[in-house]
């Protein structure tokens, strides 16, 4: 059994019954952080603490725990429990499904009013860019679409310190980063055959004739359950327009995957509405972490302390470089080293769609399978998600999230006046994706007809904004080949704040990796 959680005094009873149900469907004791509501001057000591409940949180939650180390997990959103509080389709967004705004946050289509809530998806807007990111037990994997890419080796040489063997990562660590995560291929029979993929089909033969390479994109959702959705004999999920606000069903997100693997241990505790706000360090060299207990719309309602030896920052790039830069800006953490909020990227996220493309079919799965593949082009270097657009009829309209091997990075300063990160991404920087999206929609439409859907981008791009954000704590740099942070003994990031601001493909399978492989350095040299 995990340990015993703090209790909070003053428990109602409508609160236990809500915070039971959701821990024991989840098979796990993780407290749901309505202790620290009520007990507010907690003060507790753990042999590691990890912030943060993504990729890295979770691959460094597994290693520890199986280590045999007592572990606490902070996270600031909540454990989405789709048996109480289940998530809402894109089309209908609800309670559960925006962090803190009024509004849905989708990136295209008509925005509908939603309650002001701590919901899944969180968007954090700087000018000329809005970053998409997932709150709650599992981070991003709660709300991304699945696809797991393994990303081009010469590419990553590029990215990557030669401290990184690049053997050892594409012969030992992807492999375990896809096998963890439960990744694999749609069966081809399945694909070619379903009504459900004809947007994607479609999206190939288009490519195809433009002359394009592509390539199908494997998932870590279940696809013999999508099989089952499409037969109709289990509640539908990726075939209900669920994806970006959260699944309900089907798909291996990190809460079912590396955490439950830790839970199981017992060894790993985790408190979720437990935003950490400040980090500084005793003379002995505990870190002391500052943090707001939040309630269900995100707003603080008590504090708490806790200290370790031991800390892992996974709070993703932004949340990661937020806390570190607060530290080292505010003098808590005074010789942070200067390249913290360096190099920071939107993996050369660009959205574009095409019009009049022919019948891409009034059911379409949200979880992408496929991708046009032109990354050796020297010229116009892109992978493109072919992308659904689920509005439940026949748009005839192709949509593509493309990643371009941009090379522009920009730098998170710190604004002390706000006691915030800001980034400056300037028009420029998207030049280049520009270019090189509107080249592969001309292509793709001189070859099969078809225009630039300006309804739902009117510049023809939308490339003010990323689901991708990497980069702000670089491995090799702010870190050593391993991620522990440069001057600070104990202090450790796992997650893709390390990682120079594109990778070339959809990103959590390379973060996973490389928190596999690091983790496997602290474990076996810092914790003997
Ligand atoms: P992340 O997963 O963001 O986890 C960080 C966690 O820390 C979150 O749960 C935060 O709530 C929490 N946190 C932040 N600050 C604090 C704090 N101060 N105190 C406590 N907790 C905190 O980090 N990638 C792919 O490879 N394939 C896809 O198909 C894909 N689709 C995507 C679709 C969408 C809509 C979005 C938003 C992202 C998508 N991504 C995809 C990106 C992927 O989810 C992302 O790269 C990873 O989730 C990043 O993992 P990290 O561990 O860095």
Not at 91 to 117: A, D, E, H, Q, Y
Request: hydrophobic letters at 40%; charged letters at 20%.
């Amino acid at each position: 059994m995990p340990p015993a959680s703090p209790q909070p005094r003053r428990l109602t009873r409508r609160r236990f019954l809500q915070g039971a149900a959701a821990t024991a469907a989840a098979g796990y004791a993780a407290s749901t952080g309505l202790g620290g509501l009520i007990q507010g001057a907690r003060d507790e000591e753990w042999p590691a603490i990890i912030i943060g409940s993504g990729y890295g949180g979770g691959v460094s939650a597994l290693r520890l725990a199986q280590r045999g180390v007592r572990t606490l997990m902070l996270e600031m959103g909540r454990y989405w429990n789709p048996a109480t509080q289940p998530f809402r389709p894109m089309t209908n967004p609800g309670k559960s499904s925006v962090w803190r705004r009024n509004w849905n946050i989708m990136p295209i289509g008509v925005n509908l009013p939603v309650p002001f809530s701590a919901g899944v998806l969180g968007r954090e807007d700087f000018p000329g860019m809005k970053v998409y990111v997932g709150r709650g037990v599992g981070g991003g994997s709660l709300v991304n679409g699945g696809m797991a890419v393994v990303p081009r080796r010469d590419h990553l040489q590029q990215i990557l310190p030669g401290a990184v063997d690049l053997d050892d990562l594409y012969g030992r660590w992807f492999p375990l980063a896809r096998a963890e995560l439960g990744v694999h291929d749609i069966d081809p029979s399945f694909f070619a055959t379903t009504p459900w993929y004809q947007f994607a089909r479609l999206g190939i033969d288009q490519a195809r004739k433009a002359g394009f390479g592509t390539a199908m994109v494997p998932n870590v959702y279940d696809f013999d359950y999508m099989r089952q959705e499409a037969a109709g004999s289990v509640p539908a999920s990726a075939l209900a327009g669920e994806v970006i606000l959260g699944n309900n069903h089907g798909k291996k997100s990190i809460d079912k995957t590396y955490l439950a693997r830790a839970l199981a241990t017992g060894r790993l505790t985790i408190r979720t509405r437990h935003q950490v706000k400040r980090i500084s360090q005793g003379r002995d060299g505990t870190y002391v972490l500052q943090v707001d207990l939040l309630d269900g719309i995100g707003d603080p309602i008590g504090s708490a302390r806790f200290r370790t030896k031991r800390l892992f920052i996974n709070a993703g790039s932004l949340g990661t470089t937020r806390l570190l830069l607060r530290a080292r800006e505010t003098g808590t953490l005074p010789d942070l080293p200067a390249a913290i909020g360096e190099t920071w990227g939107n993996n050369g996220n660009i959205m574009t769609a095409r019009a009049w493309v022919g019948r891409t079919g009034p059911k379409q799965s949200t979880i992408p399978v496929a991708g046009i593949d032109n990354w050796a082009d020297r010229d116009h270097p892109f992978f493109a998600e072919i992308a659904p657009l689920p509005a439940g009829v026949d748009l005839m309209t192709g949509l593509y999230l493309a990643i371009v091997n941009n090379p522009a990075r920009a730098r998170i300063a710190w604004n002390a006046a706000k006691d915030d990160i800001a980034i400056q991404w300037r028009d420029s920087y998207d030049d280049f994706p520009v270019r090189t999206a509107e080249y592969m929609v001309n292509r793709l439409n001189d070859a099969n007809g078809g225009t630039f859907n300006r309804l739902l981008f009117p510049s023809g791009t939308g490339h003010d904004f990323t689901y991708h954000p990497l980069g702000g704590c670089l491995l090799g740099q702010a870190t050593d080949d391993a991620g522990r942070v440069q001057g600070y003994p104990g202090l450790y990031v796992m997650d893709g704040a390390l990682i120079n601001g594109n990778v070339g493909v959809n990103p959590f399978l390379t973060i996973t990796a490389l928190a596999e492989r690091n983790m496997a350095r602290v474990i076996a040299e810092d914790f003997r």
